[in-house]
T-cell receptor
Framework: NAGVMQNPRHLVRRRGQEARLRCSPM?????VYWYRQLPEEGLKFMVY????????ESGMPKERFSAEFPKEGPSILRIQQVVRGDSAAYFC???????????FGQGTRLTVV | QQQVKQSPQSLIVQKGGISIINCAYE??????FPWYQQFPGKGPALLIA?????SEKKEGRFTISFNKSAKQFSLHIMDSQPGDSATYFC???????????FGSGTKLNVKP
């Protein structure tokens, strides 16, 4: 009964490159949330997805960031043309139904050099 | 506008003492209030959660107290241990909302 799986755990990108972060929800979970955490700070909501649908993307920056959760496969958070300010830990959480408990993965730590 | 306000920012407690972390919210549509524990380099782990139809929930050494009229809830850690040293986040979500709103976190240090 694996938990929420995120990969890679650590990702280093040069400025201007693309970063792809993957999240496989817990078995039976069809809802995925993405959060960003800066060092010594709290969790900032980015986007909420169900299978094949973006439900709420009010926390996503308007440019360079996108997310998807296809019918098959993991959810992907994509950051194009990364900048130093994108360096952070990105966490994914999943829940079985709307209103259910949410469980987090171990995160992907993105470093932009 | 911060939906969930958490205090204190940091807390030092002696081993065996009681750790108390407080959160307050404004939106009366919230109806689910979890607490998460996060160790350095790890993801937040669900610790305990409460719904507003009860005023208290206890699981082992961890207790949530909930005051619906005051729109406040708190986490109490009894017999605090050095292994409890971590950052704790409160959160809130409503049935009509799609996301959790998190507090800013409390860094707990339990001294041996």
């Amino acid at each position: 009964n694996a938990g929420v799986m995120q990969n890679p755990r650590h990702l280093v990108r040069r400025r201007g490159q693309e970063a792809r972060l993957r999240c496989s929800p817990m078995k039976g979970h069809s809802h995925v949330y993405w959060y960003r955490q800066l060092p010594e700070e709290g969790l900032k909501f980015m986007v909420y997805l169900q299978k094949e649908n973006i439900i709420d993307e009010s926390g996503m920056p308007k440019e360079r960031f996108s997310a998807e959760f296809p019918k098959e496969g993991p959810s992907i958070l994509r950051i194009q043309q990364v900048v130093r300010g994108d360096s952070a830990a990105y966490f994914c959480a999943s829940s079985p139904v709307t209103g259910g408990e949410a469980f987090f993965g171990q995160g992907t730590r993105l470093t932009v050099v | 506008q911060q939906q969930v306000k958490q205090s204190p920012q940091s807390l030092i407690v002696q081993k065996g003492g009681i750790s108390i972390i407080n959160c307050a919210y404004e939106n009366t549509a919230f109806d689910y209030f979890p607490w998460y524990q996060q160790f350095p380099g790890k993801g937040p782990a669900l610790l305990i959660a409460i719904r507003p139809d009860v005023s208290e929930k206890k699981e082992g050494r961890f207790t949530i107290s909930f005051n619906k009229s005051a729109k406040q809830f708190s986490l109490h850690i009894m017999d605090s241990q050095p292994g409890d040293s971590a950052t704790y986040f409160c959160a809130a979500r409503g049935t009509n909302f799609n996301k959790f709103y998190f507090g800013s976190g409390t860094k707990l240090n339990v001294k041996p």
